[in-house]
């Protein structure tokens, strides 16, 4: 009987601490992937945007200060992107277009980064911007030249980017919205663009 | 040689950094290699380890189901994408897997024989129906489930899984359709 009463409570046991165990390490049943773990985490961190230079595709360089007291919303793109890149830019370009335009350049400005300077010089990223319709104003694009300073962003914002040998790259995506002050505030769903316009709408009507 | 030397011997391997390298380059070398053999050295070294403590076994793992639900829980959570990425990046995963795998191991070693049919086919199909889950859910995701891994590499594994799935529906099949009366 004893011997029983041992086994009963080694069994309760392992359950209460699996229970615990898996409760713990999927943020509370939330998170079973990285990618949704990785949003989690961004949200409770909230890390600024380093004060990196930046080169647009009309040459002009300058640090992400030039944002400074307007809403940015990030995507990170390269430019030989065949699948996602192509698609998260269009929904973009939704996004973009729902936007009241009394906000557009003065209270946010669109910015698509790119993670791949090597290919992405300014005449690629001139013609990428054209064909998506943008002005290079209110929605620009930009490459990262420093190596150093773009894995800084990279990691801080949890993008992480595989190179699969052949010149293409697998990479994470999402739209970024970066608050007037530097930080990074939410991370959102790339494939309902509406959502995301609603939300960036309701924050700008805020101001 | 004695299993349990081979089984210190092989985990001795999965240690050496080069190995790590190789086996989690590729993620379904990571998910069906590394992890199975980190469960088999444990069960290689479990006999040597168990019989230093037979009094402990037969006290918490009589029946052998508290030792099973520890594989259960270690295993599903290695069954997690996140789980796979996330011992690419923090120290602290990559360390519970090189201990709590070859744990698993030996929970196996010593619970398997002490459970009843009725357990060992539930188990059985518990897994048989995970891993059916698994090759679906890899070979049919429209996005990539780790971050870590290219989509094309998350696809073989897929494969891979299913590939276990109709092995064990073969066993299981011949297990049903042949005679057993004499072999048990």
């Known amino acids: ?39 989690l ?28 007291g307007k809403y940015v919303m990030l995507t990170f793109i390269y430019t ?16 973009y277009d729902q936007i009241p335009s009394k906000y557009m350049g003065k209270d946010v400005v669109f910015l698509s980064i790119s993670f ?10 001139e013609k990428y911007q054209q064909s998506f319709d943008s002005d290079g ?37 999402a739209f970024y919205l970066v608050d007037p002050k530097g930080k990074l505030v939410e991370v959102l769903d790339y494939k309902e663009p509406n959502a995301a316009a609603a939300l960036l709408t309701a924050r700008l009507a805020e101001r | ?54 009094n402990y076994r037969a006290k918490w793992n009589g029946n052998g189901i508290p030792g099973i639900l520890v594989i259960v829980f270690i295993t599903t959570y290695w069954m997690l994408p996140r789980a796979m990425d996330e011992s690419l990046v923090f120290w602290q995963v990559e360390l519970f897997k090189f201990i709590g795998l070859p744990f698993a191991g030996l929970c196996l070693r010593d619970s398997w024989p002490k459970i009843k ?29 780790c971050n870590n891994y290219a989509a094309q590499e998350q696809q073989l594994l897929g494969w891979g899984f299913l590939f276990i799935t109709a092995t064990m529906i073969i066993y299981l099949v011949q297990m049903v359709f042949t005679d057993q009366s004499e072999s048990t």
């Open chain 1, 1 to 39: 009987m004893k011997e029983n009463w041992h086994n009963t409570a080694a069994t309760i046991l392992v359950i209460i601490f699996g229970v615990l165990f898996l409760y713990a390490t999927t943020d509370g049943f939330r998170a079973f992937t990285e990618e949704s773990a990785r949003v």
């Open chain 1, 41 to 68: 985490r961004l949200y409770e961190e909230k890390p600024q945007f380093p004060l990196l230079e930046l080169e647009d595709s009309k040459g002009r360089t300058y640090s992400f200060s030039e944002f400074e």
């Open chain 1, 80 to 95: 030989a992107c065949t699948d996602v890149c192509p698609k998260l830019e269009l929904n973009l370009a939704q996004v």
């Open chain 1, 116 to 125: 791949d300077p090597e290919r992405d010089d300014v005449k690629t990223l």
């Open chain 1, 137 to 173: 104003e209110t929605w620009r694009m930009a490459r990262i030249q420093d190596e150093q300073e773009l894995e800084q962003l990279l990691d801080q914002f949890g993008v992480i980017v595989i190179p699969d040998g052949t010149g293409n790259f697998s990479h994470n995506s």
């Open chain 2, 1 to 54: 040689m004695r299993p349990g030397i081979l089984g210190i011997l092989l985990y001795g391997i999965l240690l050496l950094p080069p190995i790590i390298g190789l086996l989690e380059g590729q993620m379904i070398l990571h998910m069906l290699v590394q992890l199975p053999l980190l469960i088999f050295s444990g069960w290689l070294c479990g006999a040597a380890i168990l019989r230093r403590m037979p």
């Open chain 2, 117 to 145: 049919l009725v357990g060992k086919s539930f188990l059985f199909l518990n897994y048989l129906s995970m891993f059916a889950l698994m090759a679906w859910l890899y070979i049919d995701a429209p996005v990539q489930i």
